[in-house]
């Protein structure tokens, strides 16, 4: 399974600005007679004339085709080194004429008659929008140009060294936050009828609890399971973002449990809670655009109106900064011992927290942790947000903080970031509008009595 993604790739570059006839000539002829470093003089300037011909094409929609698709294909072929050098190009060279703002600023200003106000309003917002912007705007109209817009931004944040790209990023950001419109975006069931390709693309990406096998594939794919994607008709192909479904009898608890092969399938008409497991980004150029909150909603909706016997909306939920915030914060804020009334010293914490032998802890010992945990979950902040961001996402989707589960991931990465620690986040279908702006406007975090209880125990 790990060779998939370069063979994914590669798919999806053959499949992007593919033409035919002399067209593909030219455009190949050109792009083969550039260094894929663009560390010469002289390939700068040739692609400087390209990105300008983009702005102000001239010959008409052909040509204007002609020249975003011959920048396309050799981007597409540029190294790391070349890419820089390109995107360098249009963050330095195309931004907006701050002469012709300011110009169009003053005329606003002065004028007094309203229509003229109005003209000037949209000569303004003309000039505001930068030369890049229409260069990228190009490619969207291309065979797979949202998807080659979507990858360029997940360069731009992969290479994007001291805000090297900070308005190139901006306009990206701009144009991917249109086009990925909730209105635009569309709820797909994944089955184990789906094609291969699209199954082959869920083990690739799920990036919460690795799919080990397409056996385990199809065990997610179960009658007591489901699985829902965002889709994209201009991506067609590609899985926006998927949430992982259990449909069972009773609050989960510990994921291998969970995902346990031996455990035989139920009949979901019977089934009282329904357990999100695993959401997954599959778009780095996405980050930061919100699809995620609709997700969730748009699934419990689903799921509701399909089986009215399920009452429980919850989550099993890895908490991925407990041991960096317990190993890089709670030793600088010994204060917070004293607060919680934990009279076992920093060093004896620490001391557990390396030794890695979190099963075989005392009770006294581990209700320190899930108390430590809890205050993590519940009172660590950043600017009023929830710290772990997990807990961030789910609190301002409406949930809030139901349990704590000790040792409810045994897997290496789950004892590495939470000593094994999950919780589960619960959305109450009638609280989760007041949930959400007691967490979003009035900062409140939202937990259950249980994990209050811990705090002060």
């Known amino acids: 399974m790990d060779n998939s993604l370069p063979v994914i790739r590669n798919k999806t570059i053959n499949s992007v600005f593919k033409v035919m006839g002399e067209m593909a000539d030219a455009i190949f002829s050109w792009v083969g007679s550039i260094n894929k470093d663009l560390t010469r003089d002289q390939d700068i300037s040739d692609l400087y004339e390209k990105m300008k011909e983009c702005v102000n094409p001239k010959g008409g929609e052909i040509k204007a085709r002609y020249n975003t698709i011959s920048l396309g294909n050799l981007y597409l072929n540029l190294s790391d080194v070349g890419k820089i050098a390109f995107l360098k190009l249009l963050e330095e060279k195309f931004s907006a004429d701050r002469f012709e703002i300011d ?107 690795a799919i080990s096998s397409w056996d385990d594939l199809r065990d997610r794919l179960d009658s007591d399971r489901r699985c829902f994607s965002f889709f994209h008709y201009k991506m067609s192909r590609e899985p926006l973002i998927f949430v992982e479904v259990a449909l069972i009898d009773e609050m989960a608890t510990s994921i291998q449990m969970l995902l346990d092969s031996q455990v035989p399938a139920k009949d979901p008409k019977n089934a009282k809670v329904a357990i999100f497991y695993s959401i997954s980004n599959t778009q780095r150029g996405l980050s930061g655009i919100s699809l995620g909150n609709f997700l969730i909603k748009r699934v419990v909706n689903k799921l509701s109106e399909e089986f009215q016997n399920i009452k429980i909306y919850a989550t099993l939920s890895p908490i991925p900064g407990f041991i960096r915030w317990v190993v890089n914060t709670l030793p600088h804020r010994l204060e917070l011992l004293d607060d919680l009334k934990i009279t076992v010293s920093i060093d004896e914490i620490m001391s557990y927290v390396n030794a890695k032998q979190y099963a075989d802890l005392s009770q006294d010992i581990k209700n320190l942790f899930l108390k430590l945990c809890a205050y993590y979950l519940v009172r660590a902040k950043n600017s009023d947000k929830a710290l772990d961001p997990v807990a961030h996402f789910h609190l301002s ?36 509008d007041d949930n959400y702006e007691n967490y979003v406007i009035n900062k409140e975090i939202n937990c259950s009595k249980e994990v209050l209880s811990l705090l002060k125990r």
């Open 103 to 209: 110009e169009k600023i003053g005329d606003y200003i002065r004028e007094v008659n309203e229509n003229g106000k109005r003209k000037y309003e949209f000569e303004l917002m003309t000039v505001l929008e930068s030369p890049r912007l229409r260069i990228l705007k190009q490619f969207i109209s291309l065979p797979d140009g949202l998807k080659f817009i979507v990858d360029m931004r997940a360069d731009v944040i992969r290479l994007n060294k001291n805000q090297l790209f900070f308005s190139l990023e901006k306009d990206l950001r701009s144009i991917l936050s249109y086009w990925f419109d909730i209105g635009l975006l569309d709820l797909h069931q994944i089955t184990w009828d789906s094609p291969a390709s699209l199954l082959e693309k869920l083990i690739l990406y799920e990036a919460v609890h």
């Open 397 to 432: 989707n409406g949930a809030i903080i139901k349990q704590l589960n000790w040792m409810a991931d045994i897997s290496e990465k789950g004892l590495s970031s939470s000593m094994g620690i999950m919780v589960n986040y619960h959305y109450e279908l009638s609280k989760i």
